[in-house]
């Protein structure tokens, strides 16, 4: 890729290469552009599908998304109108700034943003072409062009409305991400092998089909290539009872909002990417307490956690867990 002289990219370039990546999200198939402006299609017309992109913004859903992944959307926008609702005075122009402030102070954004730059940017060497799977508004992206600028990033989500304030968040930061795609993780609209590295935060576990998402991910990455997971959680039998339960805090959020919570213990995880063939290469508890701001019990708790033998976390004691995996 050629560079101009104030480093950064000519804007052709960053609009063609997408195309050689993106793939028909239902039957695999090359897309084409169409005639009409923004508009794209499926290369096979048996398939039918059709799409669009704006910019930088690509929408590769499949024709029909489950209720979860509905609800994804459906919660996020409604938590978005209540916002808005809750600052009526403010003008158009105003309310942006102000969203985008809520979303940069906000727990998901200043813990990730800590653990990255005190932790995982320090453990891993990240290079070449990158997916973010389930990104929301796509800050590991972010995080990823910041820390490793040689990069290139695509951040998708299956929730259009994610995916639409991830370019805001991106334009506003200066992140440099390349592109933002709808996209649902378990039928990647790309080509085989069209990536040396994936990463994920808290997105496995929204799954249906979490053996057909590893699938996926797996034909998206080049042999060798590797899968940064973060930001899951690693818990027995015994407590995710109680934890998915109506009374406990996992099964009550689904019931608020509609989205699918699983949790899964240590040797289901172990299982799925032994399944697909990943090896688990690093594997990681995240305890530190500093990382646990969102609230005061959640922080209390993992002081504690913090102190325990790992043997225990591997028996079960819910814990966050990290893990990455490789391609063989
Ligand atoms: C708990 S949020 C995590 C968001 C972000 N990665 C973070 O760490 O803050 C889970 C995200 O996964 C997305 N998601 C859920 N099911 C998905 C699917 N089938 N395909 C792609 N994304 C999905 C949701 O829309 C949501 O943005
Ligand atoms: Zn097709």
Same mark, same amino acid.
């Given at each position: 890729?050629?560079?101009?002289?104030?480093?950064?990219?000519?804007?052709?370039?960053?609009?063609?290469?997408?195309?050689?990546?993106?793939?028909?999200?239902?039957?695999?198939?090359?897309?084409?552009?169409?005639?009409?402006?923004?508009?794209?299609?499926?290369?096979?017309?048996?398939?039918?599908?059709?799409?669009?992109?704006?910019?930088?913004?690509?929408?590769?859903?499949?024709?029909?998304?489950?209720?979860?992944?509905?609800?994804?959307?459906?919660?996020?926008?409604?938590?978005?109108?209540?916002?808005?609702?809750?600052?009526?005075?403010?003008?158009?122009?105003?309310?942006?700034?102000?969203?985008?402030?809520?979303?940069?102070?906000?727990?998901?954004?200043?813990?990730?943003?800590?653990?990255?730059?005190?932790?995982?940017?320090?453990?891993?060497?990240?290079?070449?072409?990158?997916?973010?799977?389930?990104?929301?508004?796509?800050?590991?992206?972010?995080?990823?062009?910041?820390?490793?600028?040689?990069?290139?990033?695509?951040?998708?989500?299956?929730?259009?409305?994610?995916?639409?304030?991830?370019?805001?968040?991106?334009?506003?930061?200066?992140?440099?991400?390349?592109?933002?795609?709808?996209?649902?993780?378990?039928?990647?609209?790309?080509?085989?092998?069209?990536?040396?590295?994936?990463? #994920?935060? *808290?997105? +496995?576990?929204? !799954?249906?089909?979490?053996? @057909?998402?590893?699938?996926? =991910?797996?034909? /998206? &990455?080049?042999?060798?290539?590797?899968?940064?997971?973060?930001?899951?959680? #690693?818990? *027995?039998? +015994?407590?995710? !009872?109680?934890?998915?339960? @109506?009374?406990?805090?996992? =099964?009550?959020? /689904? &019931?608020?909002?509609?989205?699918?919570?699983?949790?899964?213990?240590?040797?289901?995880?172990?299982?799925?990417?032994?399944?697909?063939?990943?090896?688990?290469?690093?594997?990681?508890?995240?305890?530190?307490?500093?990382?646990?701001?969102?609230?005061?019990?959640?922080?209390?708790?993992?002081?504690?956690?913090?102190?325990?033998?790992?043997?225990?976390?591997?028996?079960?004691?819910?814990?966050?867990?990290?893990?990455?995996?490789?391609?063989?």
């Amino acid at each position: 890729m050629t560079t101009i002289p104030n480093g950064s990219r000519p804007v052709e370039s960053r609009q063609e290469w997408i195309w050689s990546i993106i793939a028909c999200p239902e039957c695999g198939s090359p897309l084409v552009a169409e005639a009409t402006d923004g508009g794209l299609a499926c290369e096979r017309s048996a398939c039918g599908f059709r799409s669009s992109h704006r910019g930088q913004v690509y929408n590769l859903l499949p024709r029909s998304l489950d209720q979860f992944q509905h609800a994804e959307h459906n919660w996020r926008q409604q938590h978005y109108d209540r916002l808005a609702r809750s600052v009526a005075q403010m003008s158009p122009d105003q309310y942006r700034t102000f969203r985008l402030l809520d979303t940069i102070t906000y727990y998901s954004f200043t813990s990730q943003f800590a653990f990255f730059r005190d932790h995982f940017s320090k453990q891993h060497r990240l290079r070449g072409r990158g997916l973010e799977v389930g990104g929301s508004n796509g800050q590991l992206s972010g995080f990823v062009k910041l820390f490793y600028p040689e990069t290139e990033m695509v951040t998708s989500d299956v929730a259009p409305v994610n995916v639409e304030l991830a370019e805001e968040l991106a334009r506003l930061l200066g992140f440099g991400t390349d592109y933002f795609v709808m996209a649902d993780a378990e039928r990647l609209p790309f080509r085989p092998g069209s990536f040396d590295f994936l990463c #994920s935060s *808290g997105m +496995l576990h929204h !799954l249906g089909d979490m053996r @057909r998402a590893l699938r996926a =991910g797996r034909a /998206a &990455l080049k042999p060798g290539g590797r899968w940064y997971i973060v930001n899951e959680l #690693s818990i *027995g039998a +015994l407590p995710r !009872l109680f934890w998915n339960s @109506r009374l406990g805090q996992k =099964g009550k959020w /689904a &019931l608020t909002t509609g989205i699918r919570e699983n949790s899964y213990t240590l040797s289901e995880w172990r299982r799925f990417f032994a399944e697909q063939e990943f090896k688990i290469v690093d594997m990681y508890f995240q305890r530190d307490p500093r990382y646990k701001l969102l609230s005061w019990p959640r922080a209390l708790y993992y002081a504690a956690v913090a102190r325990l033998p790992l043997a225990l976390l591997r028996a079960g004691v819910p814990c966050e867990i990290n893990f990455v995996l490789e391609k063989q």
